[in-house]
């Protein structure tokens, strides 16, 4: 096929989001169609439902579970609630929303650069001063996939003041395999300066709904809320969330990350199959490190009708589709590596 007759007939493969390959749940979808009945009704704003699923599943307080739109969305709140010290610390390249919620919060961000595909925590321990608000810890990071390990994670974590909140944002958490890559709660509980943030949005396939979660420690929790008093996620997210963390559709959300994880073998084997670098991922997509060949690459996918998303000057993140589009992926791949991309 070329790429140009795949665009012909068939509607863009947009690998470009990090979002889920499955469908909504059946049981969730419904429980959404239902909330329609009810829509003229203001949302819970505890979220009490949602933050008692939450605190069963976690086994922490629900004092300590702060919900909100999306894990972004809470991200920002809490580095706005962790003020009035004016510099953020985070790896770079890592999330890309990060720059800019540390931005909007009038803060200053800091970048420490990485070394490989992971971050360089060391660095990151040393950028720590008087003038850091919080860390930023992406595991895994996105877009590279790399994870942290639990030794480093020690180590580092040991380096910081007990006064400097370190956030591990674990939005990819559900998809990871490796053993020596810490479950942030681990860390929550062995740490008082830890916060874990997590979504619906990955895994749970609720992007649309924009929901997701922080779990604070204690002394953190009372600043975060009343910052947050008028910070609550809409009735339809709160009951499709709950209901995505009952027994049922826990085990099948964690079979969908068990399939995910081998088709994100797949993709890997496929692409180095190519001839292409493709750095080790614990996430739902791939790190292509292309350098100046980003751009072109994506531009040229786009054409053939495949979205990803291109880092200028270092790589395209892309994210693990359906079988048909990692054929439709490898086929455009051919076909650019043969005319010499
Ligand atoms: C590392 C990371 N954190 C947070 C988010 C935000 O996710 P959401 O706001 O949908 O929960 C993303 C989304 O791509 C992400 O990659």
């Known amino acids: 096929m070329t790429a140009a007759t795949s665009v012909g007939t068939h509607p863009p493969a947009d690998l470009s989001m990090n979002e889920t390959p499955y469908p909504p749940l059946p049981s969730v979808a419904q429980v959404v169609r239902d909330g329609a ?45 962790f003020g009035p010290r004016p510099e953020v610390v985070h790896a770079a390249l890592s999330f890309e929303g990060y720059p800019l919620i540390i931005g909007n919060v009038g803060a200053r961000a800091v ?58 944002d674990e939005a990819y958490r559900e998809f990871v395999t490796d053993p020596r890559s810490p479950d942030g709660m681990d860390l929550y509980r062995a740490y008082d300066n830890v916060c874990v943030l997590r979504t619906f949005s990955k895994a749970y396939g609720l992007a649309a709904l924009r929901i997701g979660y922080a779990v604070l420690p204690p002394r953190l929790v009372r600043a975060a809320a009343l910052t947050g008093a008028v910070f609550f996620p809409n009735a339809l997210a709160q009951a499709a969330a709950v209901a995505s963390l009952t ?28 001839g292409l670098t493709v750095a080790p991922s614990e996430a739902n997509f ?35 589709g359906s079988d048909e589009a990692t054929e439709r992926l490898a086929a455009f791949v051919r076909e650019a590596l043969a005319a010499g991309l």
């Open 37 to 81: 009945a009810t829509l003229h009704r203001y949302p819970d704003r505890t979220a009490s439902a949602l933050v008692a699923a939450l605190a069963a599943r976690l086994d922490v307080r629900p004092e300590a579970i702060l919900v909100g739109p999306g894990s972004a969305g809470l991200c920002q709140h809490l580095v706005q609630s």
């Open 111 to 168: 970048p420490v650069p990485m070394t490989g595909y992971g971050h360089d925590l060391p660095a990151m321990a040393d950028a720590v001063t008087e003038r850091t608000r919080c860390v930023l810890l992406c595991n895994p990071n996105n877009p590279t996939g790399a994870v942290l390990r639990s030794d480093e994670v020690a180590a580092f974590l040991d380096r910081i003041p007990a006064d400097v909140p370190v956030i591990v």
């Open 247 to 274: 027994p049922a559709a826990t085990g099948e959300l964690a079979g969908r990350c068990e399939r995910l994880a081998v088709s994100r073998a797949g993709l890997t084997d496929t692409l180095r199959g190519l």
């Open 286 to 320: 791939v790190w292509l490190p292309l350098g100046e060949r980003a751009v072109p690459f994506a531009d040229r996918a786009r054409a053939a009708g495949i979205l990803v998303a291109a880092f200028p000057g270092a790589g395209v993140r892309i994210t693990v």
